[in-house]
């Protein structure tokens, strides 16, 4: 059902594996009707059809257009990339290929023909495949089995083409009076390209193009991009103003019909992914049928097999969807930054391969981000206050639950003396609580009695003397209404079985109806309790020899509950607009700026969404950290979620990572990012990207404390961002392992 690239593929595959197998394709359009202009195809895509059926193989090598530039335009200037390689051909002669080969076999094509319902074929078909596109009509005709989730984005874009080949793939940014547009343009043929136009739905409509007709919309963009097009026109074929829908499916099978391509998932055409996914499911559904002795088996085995790259691919298109959603945000970087920050978007290019594909490039970014020779981004010094960072790697604030009365012992002093010594920039303790009833559970530490001072001050006294050079951080915060639990690994938010002690918060909600406890809502007194307890432990921090004070404002503890909307219900001075939420963590800011000594820096972590509806926004998030900023902080510290049980986190490497970036670029103030990061090659994307000024790790921590020096290690690095101690020294080069390159046969004996 569909004779697009999937539906034809898989059609003339099943026919060439067994002749016998009587095959119908339903295409509603004519054979020449298609959408859009031009395909892109990946190296690995065209060796799978190479391998499936070389007649294919051989047809589409005979009309491939290939490059291996990437031009990006920032303000007038081109920065060019190179060796990136693609390949693409007009999307009419990718399917008359395919009719070609499908007539060839013997597949029957209904042209200008709806498909019966999915329902009525299977009826009378052993194997129904719903090609039928991103509006699938069988996707929605079952929705209860298919469980489709339709996600619009906020974007518009337009497909058009040029009857010019432009000699690499272009981005270009056109800042017009009503706000940032982009151009994305790659060559299709030797005479012409594809040229899609996008912007916000906002700038669109300030426009005034979501009024134009398409040869309106078309001659509107050629004029916004006559520079890129070199004052030549732009064409469409029946193109529209579309916003970009993501489609997930829980399931991709129904019965004996299957979907593929987008009407089982679709993934943002900035990574040019649509075509390549189809004809990929197309492969993997035929294979596992061939494999398979029951159809079944076949069809929950295509979906084992193709989920897991599709959900990776849908990951990089959210990445690259997203950056371009918040482009704005990003121009007024350094045009080298601008264009590197670009190519990184997905998380699949990074620095490490970039240099691969061109390091004169790559070098021109690192001299333009301050990287001495032969320095890595990640070992850069930077500076917060008067206090200079040797490196950009931060041991991130990770609970441990240990304490005995709050009191750190041994267990600490191991802990975060070893990764002092294994070369972070900074070490942060783990969330230190001001007061007993302020702790998350029994096991955790704080800083409210003298006893706790004085543990803290051997922890810090051993960093500073056994790792001249790294720096460690106190983290203070209140658990709020999250207070009164088991130690993590007996029952994560659990309440204790006996020993309770009663909580408090901005509104008297319970973490988990039922479950937790009901805390009281602090009123002016409490307020002021909660005040002075912070300001105590800020003299204890002072006096415990802290380098750095990060404020907990996260993560659903006392100080996030009044940020966040689903969390703070009071009608009084501290609750209603975000103004008023931001008052009661302001002061108590302000109240530890006044004590912390003024040369020592102060950060603030925030959860920068709910991901939860109604909750705090990435909008909230910029203006939360715009406000901390003019008190005083120095650096935002941005995490996500973990406010309400029922959030919905879109999980992925480096996924907090875009709301640290929305904020570091458009308050211009320095951001430590956290999140799944977890390669020395992401730490060096981000920061060479600007998307943050540290970069926070926790359980690569955990998994080698020595993290930070491995990683210099890894990068034959030996400069000062990463001192090896002197008792370590001897271990500072990889360990040699056994031999992998044995000598090949010279010759070949019958």
Same mark, same amino acid.
């Given at each position: ?141 079952? #929705?209860? @089995?298919?469980?489709?989730? $339709?996600?619009? /984005? ?5 497909? *058009? !083409? +040029?009857?010019? &080949? ?115 499911? #197309?492969? @993997?559904?035929?294979?596992? $049928?061939?494999? /398979? ?5 076949? *069809? !929950? +085995?295509?979906? &084992? ?446």
């Amino acid at each position: 059902m569909g004779g697009g690239p999937g539906g034809l593929y898989a059609a003339a595959l099943l026919k060439r594996l067994d002749p016998q197998r009587e095959i119908t394709v339903w295409e509603r359009n004519a054979p020449d009707d298609t959408f859009g202009f031009g395909v892109v195809l990946s190296d690995e895509t065209l060796g799978g059809i190479e391998h499936a059926d070389p007649v294919i193989y051989r047809a589409l090598q005979e009309q491939f257009v290939r490059w291996d530039d990437i031009d990006i335009v920032h303000r007038g200037r081109t920065l060019t990339s190179g060796g990136h390689g693609f390949a693409a051909l007009g999307r009419r002669r990718l399917l008359h290929v395919l009719h070609r080969r499908c007539a060839e076999l013997g597949v029957r094509i209904l042209f200008r023909t709806p498909a019966p319902p999915a329902a009525a074929l299977g009826a009378s078909y052993d194997l129904v495949i719903a090609a039928d596109g991103v509006n699938s009509l069988t996707r929605e005709a079952h #929705a209860d @089995a298919f469980a489709p989730r $339709i996600t619009t /984005h906020r974007c518009r874009y337009i497909w *058009l !083409a +040029a009857d010019f &080949a432009f000699n690499a793939f272009r981005f270009e940014i056109a800042e017009t009076e009503h706000g940032a547009m982009q151009l994305h343009g790659y060559p299709f043929s030797p005479d012409a390209s594809t040229v899609i136009v996008e912007m916000r739905e906002e700038v669109w409509r300030a426009a005034g193009l979501d009024v134009c007709d398409e040869q309106e919309s078309a001659d509107r963009c050629a004029k916004i991009f006559s520079d890129a097009l070199g004052g030549r026109p732009l064409r469409g074929n029946n193109s529209s103003w579309i916003a970009f829908r993501t489609v997930v499916n829980d399931r991709w099978s129904h019965g004996n019909t299957v979907l593929i391509g987008d009407a089982a998932h679709t993934a943002h055409f900035s990574i040019g992914s649509g075509t390549k996914l189809a004809v990929e499911d #197309a492969l @993997a559904l035929v294979a596992c $049928i061939e494999e /398979h002795p029951t159809l079944d088996k076949a *069809l !929950a +085995a295509y979906e &084992a097999e193709r989920r897991p790259v599709v959900e990776s691919t849908q990951r990089a298109a959210a990445a690259s969807l997203r950056w371009f959603e918040e482009v704005a945000t990003c121009l007024d970087q350094p045009a080298r930054q601008f264009a590197f920050n670009l190519l990184t978007r997905s998380r699949r290019v990074t620095h490490d391969n970039l240099r691969l594909r061109d390091p004169a490039f790559t070098d021109s970014v690192e001299r333009d981000f301050g990287c001495p020779a032969g320095t890595p981004p990640m070992f850069t010094p930077f500076r917060l206050r008067g206090l200079t960072l040797r490196n950009r790697v931060v041991v991130s604030p990770m609970d441990m639950y240990s304490a005995v009365d709050g009191v750190p012992g041994d267990f600490h002093l191991v802990h975060l003396g070893a990764r002092a010594l294994g070369g972070a920039g900074l070490v942060m303790t783990e969330m230190v609580c001001v007061s007993a009833e302020g702790r998350i559970t029994p096991g955790c530490t704080g800083l409210y009695t003298p006893q706790q001072g004085a543990a803290w001050r051997r922890v810090t006294d051993f960093v500073h003397q056994q790792s001249p050079g790294t720096a460690i951080g106190v983290q203070l915060g209140h658990s709020g209404r999250k207070g009164s639990t088991k130690l993590m690994w007996e029952g994560i938010d659990e309440p204790l079985p006996e020993g309770n002690w009663a909580v408090s918060a901005a509104s008297p909600l319970p973490y988990r109806p039922g479950v937790n406890q009901v805390p009281q809502e602090l009123d002016s007194a409490g307020l002021d309790e909660i005040r002075e307890q912070f300001a105590s432990a800020t003299r204890r921090a002072v006096h415990s020899g802290f380098d750095l004070l990060e404020l907990h404002c996260a993560h659903g503890y006392l100080l996030s509950g009044f940020l966040s909307p689903l969390t703070n219900r009071r009608t009084d001075a501290y609750g209603g607009p975000l103004v008023n939420r931001l008052r009661f963590p302001l002061e108590v800011f302000d109240t530890i700026r006044d004590i912390w000594p003024d040369d020592r820096p102060m950060t603030v972590r925030i959860s920068a969404t709910d991901w939860a509806a109604g909750g705090t926004t990435a909008d909230d998030a910029v203006e939360i950290a715009r406000a901390f900023a003019a008190h005083g902080a120095d650096a935002i510290d941005v995490s996500t979620g973990q406010v309400v049980p029922d959030e919905q986190p879109e999980y992925g490497r480096s996924y907090q990572t875009p709301y640290a970036d929305r904020i570091r670029n458009t308050l211009s103030v320095p951001v430590i990012a956290v999140g799944a990061i977890s390669s020395w090659d992401d730490v060096n994307s981000l920061l060479l990207a600007g998307r943050a000024d540290l970069c926070a790790l926790a359980r690569p921590h955990l998994y080698d404390p020595h993290w930070t020096l491995h990683a210099a290690a890894e990068q034959d690095y030996a400069g000062p961002g990463a001192i090896w101690p002197d008792q370590y020294r001897a271990g500072s080069r990889r360990p040699p392992t056994g031999r992998t390159d044995a000598p090949r046969p010279r010759l070949t004996l019958d």
